[in-house]
């Protein structure tokens, strides 16, 4: 009953907000070889959250899934209403990274599954919203490459049709999968020490475009790609 109750509010959130929405999904490695970048990487996500919520433009515009993919695809918060985000965040204790498989497919397909139901949504109360963006963040090979290769195909298919945007980040040794993710098979390298600085970038960068939104086109974060 109560998982029906906030289905209903998160219907009547999405009819009442006239913004045009940013959808941004990001897929984060939890495997045991994320662990010592692991706090960085949740406070800076945490970061991001607030930094969103405490803009009123970015509040109605901005709404943010995260993904965290081991042994298990976990959901650590949806798309919708920006606190109720951090609340999620908050009381899933962030990504725990202490798994030894990194099921890097699996994540991505739940993750465009997630994102086409929830743009159908938007779809459906006739919402606007720009072409979303996925962000996947890993240090490593996939453990699961039939599924990578599998998903990455219908990314690369949606890349063509113009329907998502995709920024894939390596950390450490890297992940030789990201590329296939890709049309040009550009991943760029986020160091250790700059991972709060990529968060900071994409908060202010949302903002920015959350404040823009009644200019036509696409929301760009080049300032976060030329940056890192």
């Known amino acids: 009953m109560e998982q029906i109750n906030d289905m209903v509010v998160n219907l009547r959130d999405m009819a009442a907000n006239n913004s045009t929405r940013i959808l941004i999904c990001i897929c984060i490695d939890a495997s045991n ?21 405490d803009n009123i433009c970015a509040a109605d515009a901005a709404e943010i899934c995260v993904y965290s993919f081991g042994s298990k695809v976990r959901m650590l918060c949806d798309y ?23 099921n ?15 743009r159908q949504q938007l779809l459906d109360l006739s919402k606007s919203f720009y072409r979303p963006w996925l962000i996947i963040i890993s240090d490593g090979d996939a ?21 998502l945007k995709v920024k894939c980040l390596s950390m450490g040794e890297g992940s030789h999968n990201l590329k ?24 202010r960068s949302v903002s920015q475009a959350s404040q823009a939104s009644i200019m036509a086109g696409d929301v760009e974060l080049e300032a976060i790609q030329r940056q890192i």
């Open 33 to 53: 070889s994320m662990n010592q970048r692991m706090k960085e990487i949740n406070r800076g996500v945490m970061q991001f959250l607030q930094g969103i919520a």
């Open 180 to 203: 296939d993710f890709t049309l040009d098979g550009q991943v760029d390298q986020l160091e250790d020490l700059k991972i709060m600085d990529f968060f900071s970038m994409l908060s």
């Open 80 to 102: 919708g209403n920006i606190q109720k985000a951090i609340d999620m965040m908050e009381e899933s204790g962030g990504i725990q990274a202490n798994e030894a498989d990194s």
């Open 104 to 118: 890097m497919g699996e994540c991505i397909e739940a993750a465009l599954e997630n994102l086409n139901r929830h």
């Open 143 to 163: 453990t699961d490459p039939s599924a990578c290769d599998r998903v990455s195909e219908k990314v690369r298919t949606m890349l063509r049709q113009r329907k």
